[in-house]
């Protein structure tokens, strides 16, 4: 625990938690057949620039249309919630939650950020970056993998406004999407709310090239994530052998991305002394972004004990926010 005036850091993650997850993930994920990966290993800092330069990208509209929709809709947002803690899953440098928190101080009503993130670093970066522009705000950030320590969330003044943006939540299969909302709404108290960002079903040819973009950045940080085990796992993965795939999965709404090998690889893992052999074309799944229809987020919340009072699209009918309740 950290404590200042202002900041308050609880570390849920032990200082080796990654490097034990990681291990796990690849021993799974390379052993059974289709080969995955888990995409959180994207985001080391090569794979998190990355990641913010495909924000910037032509093709790929979720960051953009996301961030229209708070700039239109935040306003509301601090009138309906009247929110004096915002929870935030998966904060990372928490750009865009300054449009809520510009919001929530214009309605009075704001006292507190809780960010959750994987990194601590990223979490005090954040933090110390806020301080100056709002000076009433205490930060309790929360080293914690969302996915499995929501319950570990500190007490905080409600009304809580609970926020997870960036369609993250595509991120997850179906199963887990259907654990992870209900425990959101676990940790939810009546009178505090939701908002989530979900990207929304569309052609395949606005979808597709979103993955797989004209430049190459997608291909480079869906590649990265060879570069990452390479260097925390000591493997040997020749990673310009792997060609970017990005395919729209029709069946179960999701944009897919993969690495195929090009040309059969013998990769070692030298700390987990595990051999792995690709045959040529042979690929590892990487990453399900899963898209939605209004009719589907409303029945996966209301299945989660959660009802939507307000949906919000941009003005193109990308993207959606959703704000729900108990
Ligand atoms: C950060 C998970 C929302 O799925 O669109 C971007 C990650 N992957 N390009 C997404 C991503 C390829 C992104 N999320």
């Given amino acids: ?4 005036a202002r900041l308050h850091i609880d570390v849920h993650l032990p200082a080796d938690h990654a490097q034990r997850a990681l291990r796990a993930d690849v021993i799974a994920g390379l052993s059974e057949r289709p080969r995955t990966l888990p995409p959180k290993w994207f985001y080391d800092k090569v794979g998190s620039d990355l990641f913010t330069e495909i924000t910037r990208l032509p093709e790929y509209y979720p960051t953009r249309a996301e961030r229209e929709i708070l700039q239109q809709r935040a306003d509301a947002i601090a009138f309906h919630t009247g929110a004096a803690t915002v929870i935030e899953l998966g904060s990372g440098s928490s750009e ?12 009075g009503t704001l006292r507190r950020y ?64 259907a654990a992870f909302l ?10 505090d709310h939701l908002l989530l960002g979900t990207d929304l079903v569309k052609s395949p040819s606005v979808l597709v090239p979103a993955y ?28 310009d052998a792997f060609e970017h795939v990005a395919i729209w999965d029709d069946r179960e709404q999701w944009i897919e991305m993969r690495l195929r090998a090009r040309g059969p ?62």
């Fill in 212 to 239: 797989d973009d004209a430049a190459g950045v997608t291909a480079r940080f869906n590649r990265n994530v060879l570069a990452v085990i390479n260097r925390e796992l000591d493997a040997d993965f020749d990673v």
């Fill in 96 to 107: 865009k939650t300054r449009l809520l928190l510009d919001a929530l101080t214009r309605n």
């Fill in 265 to 326: 690889q013998n990769v070692y893992i030298a700390d987990l002394d595990l051999r792995v052999a690709l045959a040529d074309g042979e690929e590892i799944r990487t990453e399900i972004s899963a898209k939605f229809t209004p009719d589907r987020v409303r029945a996966e919340l209301g299945t989660a004990g959660l009802g939507v009072r307000h949906w919000w699209t941009d003005t193109a009918g990308r993207f959606a926010l959703s704000l729900s309740g108990r």
């Fill in 114 to 177: 809780v960010p959750v993130d994987v990194s601590a670093d990223a979490l005090t970066d954040a933090a110390n970056s806020l301080f100056g522009d709002y000076p009433n705000l205490t930060v309790h950030g929360v080293v914690a993998d969302f996915t499995e320590h929501l319950h570990l969330l500190p007490d905080s003044p409600g009304p809580r406004l609970m926020v997870f943006l960036g369609g993250t939540i595509g991120n997850l299969e179906p199963t887990e999407r």
């Fill in 1 to 4: 625990m950290t404590t200042t």
């Fill in 182 to 191: 209900r425990g959101m709404r676990d940790s939810l108290r009546p009178g």
